[in-house]
């Protein structure tokens, strides 16, 4: 039979907006010493928007979109969502795309099927585009392959920007914005900065951590500048930046070889094995699935200050138990 303080805890974990898949590390939340956030997603809205753009040479800023807005087509994430929506927001014909590959962590690359129909063409007659044969100066840019990524994919590919492209990127990440690099082929053909919007909750969450006397640690696999600027704001005192998917679980043995026991809140496919790792694994509510069906405990209200709530609740249950 359940223990009765076990029955209890639960359905007032429930009240709470906490679902315990596991509870064993419910039991452990109590003793948490340190809690581990994914950024994206977790401390941030899971949203982002565009806003700047540069390019290289002839290229224009509706070029750089376009291109990346193809290239981003069949991506979930939300730089893809942010580009995408830009393009839309500015009626730029976005191409189709063929041999879509998500390059885990980096970004994305893509290859263009053939160039939007200019403008005034496609106004002029649109039926007689369909299913036509591109033009020469249309099948000559057909088929390159369009990639889109951090400046992580770059140092991948070793190819340098040019310094203009390099300067616009760290200006904006001086002011804790993203960027993300467009290339055409090997060429880069210009740089999108984006913008982290933290939630409101994120910084309740963790003053009330810190309150506890908890340590808050904050895990992503975005660039150290772009992530120091999220955790300064938010005041957090440990950062692991540039991580790629399959290392963020190390990050979390680390804490644990160094004695911490360590909570990990995620919402992602790339944040499962930390959250397999940790001690007690939260994954936020309406993040993916594997992220779900990983975590100990589940947020069902999405809600990051619930983190805190869940300590003190352990705290109350099993002190009575003890
Ligand atoms: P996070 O840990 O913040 O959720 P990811 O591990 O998903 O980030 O991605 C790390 C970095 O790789 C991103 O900050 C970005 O620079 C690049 N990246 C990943 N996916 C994409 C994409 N679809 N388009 C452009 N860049 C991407
Ligand atoms: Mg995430």
Do not use: C
């Amino acid at each position: 039979a359940v223990p009765l303080v076990v029955a209890i805890n639960t359905s007032m974990a429930a009240r709470n907006g906490m679902l315990i898949r596991d509870r064993i590390a419910m039991e452990s939340a109590r003793n948490l010493d340190t809690v581990v956030f994914d950024k994206t997603g977790t401390l941030t809205e899971g949203e982002q928007g565009v806003v700047d753009v540069a390019t290289a040479d002839q290229w224009g800023e509706d070029d750089v979109l376009t291109l990346a807005a193809a290239a981003e087509g069949d991506s979930e994430h939300v730089i893809a969502q942010a580009i995408r929506d830009t393009a839309a927001d500015q009626d730029l014909p976005v191409p189709g795309v063929r041999g879509f590959e998500a390059l885990e962590g980096r970004g994305v690359r893509a290859t263009i099927e053939r160039e939007a129909v200019p403008a005034a063409a496609s106004t002029a007659d649109e039926s007689a585009d369909i299913g036509a044969p591109p033009s020469d100066a249309e099948s000559d840019r057909d088929g390159h392959t369009v990639s889109v990524g951090g400046p992580n994919l770059l140092r991948h590919l070793e190819i340098d920007p040019d310094p203009a492209l390099e300067r616009f990127a760290s200006e904006a990440g001086d002011r804790g914005e993203g960027v993300v690099y467009v290339l055409r082929d090997e060429t880069v053909v210009g740089a999108i900065a984006l913008a982290d919007v933290i939630r409101e909750e994120s910084f309740e969450a963790i003053d009330a951590l810190h309150g506890m006397g908890v340590d808050v640690a904050m895990l992503t696999g975005d660039d150290a500048d772009v992530a120091h600027a999220v955790a300064d704001e938010l005041e957090i005192d440990t950062v692991f930046a540039e991580v790629l998917p399959e290392d963020k679980d190390e990050k979390i043995l680390e804490l644990q070889e160094r004695g911490h026991l360590v909570g990990m809140v995620g919402d992602g496919v790339n944040d499962a094995p930390a959250l397999t790792r940790s001690d007690v694994g939260i994954a936020i509510g309406s993040g993916t699935d594997v992220a779900v069906e990983s975590a100990d405990v589940v947020l069902v209200e999405n809600d990051p200050r619930d983190v805190a709530r869940l300590v003190r609740l352990s705290a109350k249950s099993y002190r009575k138990m003890a």
